[in-house]
Each structure stands twice: as C-alpha cells, then as structure tokens.
C-alpha cells in the first residue's frame, strides 16, 4: 500500500515516464502483469511502459531492455 499511497499522491503528467520492473525469484508473470495494472490505475496522468519482468540471471535480458530504453 505504500506504492499505492505515492502513486496517488504525487501529480503525474504526461511527460513523467513510469517503467515497472521485477527480478524477483518468487513472483510470476501473472503477478507481474497484476502490480503493472495497479500502477497505471495508481499513477493517473503518467506514461506508465510495459516494463520488464526477468529473473535475476537473465543479465542479457535486463541489460537489452535497460540499453533499448536508455538507461544504459
């Protein structure tokens, strides 16, 4: 609920960029795609991107979409 409390309260426009990611070992795509959908419900008036669910040993797959993104 703390996400939710800051997406709520901070003012998002349209040029604010939001790019959920999981590396996590327990969630799954499901999961992933649920806190996604809760985001762009919660950060109303931001460019909310499909964003990037990969296991911590996929290096290759986080650093291509860091690189096709660029954060890197």
Request: proline residues 1%; negative net charge.
């Amino acid at each position: 609920m703390i996400i939710g409390t800051f997406l709520n309260h901070f003012e998002w426009t349209a040029d604010d960029n939001i790019y959920p990611f999981s590396q996590s070992a327990s969630m799954n795509h499901s999961h992933f795609e649920t806190s996604v959908q809760f985001v762009r419900e919660n950060a109303v008036g931001a460019t909310v991107h499909d964003g990037l669910f990969a296991r911590a040993s996929s290096a290759s797959t986080i650093d291509a979409y860091l690189t096709a993104n660029r954060f890197m």
